[in-house]
């Protein structure tokens, strides 16, 4: 095996030369896709640091978080970005990630204080629809209602574990009668979000679980305006995507500059119509027309980091039992 | 059986076989080494358990009945197209899941074409979403893949033994039972297996058609042990569960299998006297119409939706497909290696219990495999160099039943017939490969070979826990389209994949099949 890894090192030597740094980002698949912002990311910070930046990509956070846990200390990453606010305790108790001082003037509907994560960008969870369709006002109302949705599995999918924390936030202890009334409004439930994305546009339900930000891709990469959110009035549960730099990174430096430069103008103004989010800081020019006819919710709702793991467990026993009736 | 013809060494059999079980028992170690804690099989554990067990075993039966009339009224019957639709029939089965639950929906779903007709004629309309959704789902990949083999058992039947038949006269029920029937035995029971450990190992399909998580399978529990529990005990021990399971219906499945041999021939094409009455030619009609639609309709659809798609997709997704051609060939290679001498082994064994190594590259998870590999390579070297190399073995491994399956009857047969022969020539060991058996074998090669390519290409795999960004297989690529709002592009990288996956099954199998005809 002493000969893999001499011609593992010969090679990677040949493709990155000894004094031009290399930084390695670990991020999620969509976010390094060629129409995604990874590659403008890389281009603008290249442009300022005299170093190689390797985004790595793979799957999505969950998948990012595993295979961070299964190279531990080892690790060849410098940065991971792309876990959201629903790994970031999990993701601290490894002890991988290093505290950062990075700080910004963010633009989020709560404070942020994480001494190892920062903010990039985020969004609500929402249902969307067709503007032909009259949506329930809240979760009570669709359960009354034989509208059909569409929603993720919260075993393998992010935003079906942000479903399940958004009903528990909004009815706590009246979450499982909320779940057994969405029963019959489920169609299906799918792994991930693409696939009920899909099913939606090919008209197997009235809604689907996304964000509200989805019409704005619509809008401006389709000029299609038939896609809406639905403003729900118990409020929207949130979801925020944060960059951390690795305690064993021998970058250290490199990388803060890197989490610096994910909260400077040049990376917020790309990031809303690559990733098809808000930004975490107001860009000078500030955002597309298209985001502006995305919903407002009333009440940005979001459990706290900690605590998101007991509630988790709590939930899915829930959703599983009123479900699988 | 006094005298077994030896004419085949078994070394590089078993360890072709030893090879298998042991890249598969190495990922399962090193799971194993890295777990913490273990909770153990819970009661939702169990219930995924349950729920897996029955739905395989509804699919296998009902795909493998299914495939009985269709295979039938194929070696039957010649007409205009039959050769396009025996090769669209290893289309399903190669279709990225999303694509063929897209498929399916654009036929059976809620707005799909066969609502659509019902609403039309002021029908209740359906729903495909349930156990049955599930079964139909899986029906669809299979039944395809069951009648190919139970096609490919028909044509190694002696085309004498129709000529008697026919002299003797004997009617359409006696053949049956005379000749065919015979054959059937000796082939469902494996062809069943084989479908039962696919459906095992089902995960999106199974969810997304099932409804909800009622529709829970044991791969859907791992894949949340891996990914969002990270409790690697858990995963071990499922994949386990999936290990034994498939183990079971593999030694099940051997062990009704009757040790009998059909009998030589001289490779006459077949005529068939029995089959000209009209009922004959109304029932064989009848089998290949329902068979053609159920399955051209949703394919029909994957089409027509990737047309439109095609104009808007980037051409990052054709250098992915250049690298998908690479890794389709390169299993198909390791697949040859490892196949051709298991098959030798297993056919020359006694009982052909074997075959179970060779259900084991589908039954155990690849996300398990996967994972183990990585936890192996990791500490020696980057695992991104490895990610195309594993990509290729374990597709070959997941390719590794279906090539003993299509080999290991046509194989047995020969040395049956004529390891006799050829030890009294004492052709032995390689020359008897190359004179005796690879010329005899050679469709059923070109198949399995078709089979890996085109298996190989449309698998999402492994690849995507070793990626990078810099060799994304065509698959893969689809996701991130799909991911990323691209619909549109996504089903024109489906139809692609979809074209690539056919041609590649189409040049193998052909290449396979010219000599036979000629």
């Given at each position: 095996m002493k000969y893999l890894t001499l011609a593992a090192t010969t090679f990677l030597a040949t493709s990155a030369y000894a004094d031009t740094p290399e930084l390695v980002v670990y991020t999620y698949d969509s976010f390094v896709a060629e129409w995604g912002p990874g590659p403008v990311i890389e281009k603008a910070f290249e442009e300022t640091c005299a170093c190689d930046l390797k985004f790595v990509g793979m799957g999505d956070g969950p998948a990012l978080l595993a295979r961070l846990k299964l190279e531990g200390a080892r690790s060849d990453a410098d940065i991971v970005l792309g876990l959201d606010t629903s790994l970031i305790a999990a993701a601290k108790a490894t002890d991988l990630f290093a505290s950062t001082d990075v700080s910004a003037e963010y633009n989020l509907p709560i404070a942020w204080n994480d001494e190892s994560f920062v903010p990039y960008d985020w969004g609500y969870f929402a249902f969307v629809h067709e503007t032909d369709l009259t949506p329930p006002h809240n979760f009570r109302e669709l359960g009354d209602s034989d509208v059909k949705i569409i929603i993720q599995d919260p075993r393998s999918s992010t935003p079906g574990l942000g479903l399940l924390m958004?009903?528990?936030?909004?009815?706590?202890?009246?979450?499982?009668?909320?779940?057994?009334?969405?029963?019959?409004?489920?169609?299906?439930?799918?792994?991930?979000?693409?696939?009920?994305?899909?099913?939606?546009?090919?008209?197997?339900?009235?809604?689907?679980?996304?964000?509200?930000?989805?019409?704005?891709?619509?809008?401006?990469?389709?000029?299609?305006?038939?896609?809406?959110?639905?403003?729900?009035d118990e409020g929207h549960y949130m979801q925020v995507e944060v960059v951390g730099k690795l305690a064993n990174s021998d970058q250290s430096d490199l990388a803060d500059a890197f989490m610096k430069f994910m909260v400077s103008d040049a990376a917020q103004s790309i990031l809303p119509t690559t990733n098809w989010m808000y930004p975490a800081v107001m860009p000078k020019e500030g955002l597309p027309a298209a985001f502006d006819q995305s919903i407002e919710p009333g009440k940005a709702l979001l459990i706290p980091n900690e605590a998101v793991p007991a509630l988790r467990k709590e939930a899915l026993a829930e959703w599983l039992s009123a479900l699988s009736q | 059986m006094a005298l077994r013809p030896f004419a085949i060494s078994t070394r590089t059999g078993v360890s072709a076989a030893a090879l298998v079980a042991l890249l598969i028992l190495a990922a399962l170690w090193a799971v194993l080494t890295r777990a913490e804690y273990g909770s153990g099989l819970g009661p939702a554990e169990w219930s995924a358990i349950h729920f897996t067990i029955v739905q395989a075993t509804l699919s296998a039966g009902i795909s493998t009945v299914m495939a009985i009339p269709v295979a039938r009224a194929l070696a039957r019957r010649q007409f205009a197209g039959r050769g396009l639709l025996v090769t669209l029939l290893g289309a399903p089965f190669i279709l990225p899941v999303i694509v063929a639950v897209l498929g399916l929906l654009a036929v059976f779903g809620r707005a799909g074409w066969l609502n659509m007709a019902l609403a039309g004629l002021n029908l209740p309309t359906i729903s495909i979403y349930g156990l049955h959704g599930v079964v139909l789902a899986h029906v669809f990949f299979n039944l395809p893949l069951a009648t190919r083999l139970l096609l490919q058992a028909w044509q190694t039947l002696p085309a004498e033994r129709f000529r008697l038949a026919g002299q003797l006269d004997l009617t359409p029920r006696a053949v049956f039972r005379a000749i065919e029937w015979p054959m059937l035995r000796q082939t469902l029971p494996g062809t069943a297996a084989l479908i039962f450990v696919i459906c095992l190992t089902s995960f999106a399909v199974a969810l997304t058609l099932g409804g909800g998580p009622r529709a829970t399978t044991i791969e859907l529990a791992i894949y949340q042990a891996f990914r969002f529990d990270f409790d690697l005990s858990r995963a071990a021990l499922l994949s386990l569960v999936q290990l034994v399971l498939a183990g079971s219906a593999a030694f099940l499945a051997l062990w009704i299998i009757p040790n009998i041999s059909i009998g030589g021939g001289q490779d006459r094409p077949h005529q068939r006297w029995d089959a000209r009455g009209g009922v004959q030619r109304l029932v064989d009609s009848i089998a290949i119409t329902i068979g053609a639609l159920f399955l051209l309709m949703p394919l029909s659809a994957v089409i027509i939706r990737g047309l439109g798609g095609l104009l808007v997709t980037p051409a990052s997704v054709w250098q992915s497909a250049v690298i998908s051609i690479g890794v389709a060939l390169c299993s198909v290679a390791v697949l040859l290696l490892l196949a051709l001498p298991m098959a030798g082994w297993i056919a020359t064994a006694k009982r052909g219990s074997v075959e179970a190594i060779g259900l084991f590259g589908i039954a155990a998870s690849p996300l398990m495999i996967g994972t183990g590999w990585f936890i192996l390579i990791h500490p020696v070297a980057d695992p991104v160099l490895f990610a195309l190399p594993v990509t290729a073995l374990v597709n070959a491994l997941m390719a590794l039943p279906f090539a003993l399956r299509i080999l290991v009857p046509p194989l047995r047969d020969t040395v049956q017939v004529y390891g006799r022969l050829s030890q009294a020539l004492s052709l032995q060991g390689w020359p008897f490969w190359r004179w005796v058996i690879l010329p005899r074998l050679r469709p059923q090669i070109g198949f399995a070979m078709g089979l890996t390519g085109a298996l190989s290409m449309g698998d999402l795999g492994v690849i995507a826990l070793f990626s990078a960004q810099n060799h994304t297989t065509l698959p893969l690529q689809m996701y991130r389209l799909m991911g990323s709002y691209q619909i549109d592009a996504a089903a024109g990288a489906a139809l692609i994949l979809l074209a690539l996956s056919l041609g590649i099954f189409w040049i193998f199998d052909k290449a396979g099949r010219a000599h036979a005809q000629a």
């Open positions: 958004w009903v528990k936030e909004a009815y706590g202890n009246e979450a499982p009668a909320i779940w057994n009334s969405l029963a019959d409004n489920i169609v299906t439930v799918t792994k991930g979000w693409s696939e009920a994305y899909g099913l939606f546009l090919e008209g197997e339900a009235d809604m689907v679980l996304s964000y509200t930000t989805s019409p704005a891709y619509h809008i401006i990469a389709e000029e299609d305006e038939t896609k809406v959110a639905a403003p729900f | -």
